[in-house]
């Protein structure tokens, strides 16, 4: 079987899938073989040998008859990143195979993933939401970043070690804070399961 290699923009992107790769897909995966490039605009960058370090790491599991997966937050505008993305494609000489988060189909980031598999029995987006419309009524506020809301939710769960809020330290195997069997991670799954 061939080696799959799964890059992705940031930390909390490769310990979800990491965990749900590993533990809702039992699939096995090296946690080195998901390769966080540190923020989408990594495979942008003008300093010439780093990226000739992250465009080899595609190559050379190119070469070697591997797969290489590229998940990455559609932003805004999903067509616009497909042509950002396939233009680096090119102009790099790099082969992979895209899945835009949050579904492959909408404009998003992997927040937006994740506010979808919050419990259904959870209460804290009625409150976030009330929170924001707040926010949004005084013009010397600007409403929190989607990032801010994650941190937030994990931040008022009654959990031991608060510290599990941080990107790097977060558990999405517990089912009390998320909902992994939730249908709307169908198209993230079906795509993991063609290539591991």
Avoid: H
């Avoid at 595609?58 to 396939?86: M, P, S, W, Y």
Wanted: charged content about 25%; proline content about 3%; glycine content about 6%.
């Amino acid at each position: 079987m061939p080696s799959v290699k799964i890059f992705v923009e940031g930390v909390a992107d490769k310990e979800f899938l990491f965990q749900y790769i590993d533990s809702i897909l039992n699939k096995v995966i090296s946690e080195e073989n998901i390769i966080s490039l540190q923020g989408k605009d990594r495979l942008k960058l003008k300093v010439l040998s780093k990226l000739e370090k992250i465009s080899n790491l595609f190559l050379e599991n190119t070469k070697a008859g591997g797969v290489n997966l590229l998940i990455f937050d559609a932003n805004g505008n999903k067509e616009q990143r497909i042509l950002e993305l396939n233009n680096l494609r090119q102009k790099l000489g790099i082969d992979f195979i895209q899945f835009l988060l949050p579904n492959d189909a909408d404009a998003g980031a992997l927040e937006n993933l994740l506010l979808k598999i919050v419990p259904s029995n959870s209460s804290f987006l009625t409150c976030f939401n009330d929170y924001e419309n707040c926010i949004a009524k005084n013009n010397n506020y600007k409403s929190p970043v989607l990032k801010t809301k994650i941190y937030a939710y994990l931040d008022t769960l009654d959990i031991a070690d608060k510290g599990l809020a941080k990107e790097g330290n977060r558990n999405y195997l517990l089912s009390q804070q998320w909902d992994l069997g939730n249908d709307y991670l169908n198209p993230l799954r079906d795509f993991l399961l063609k290539y591991l």
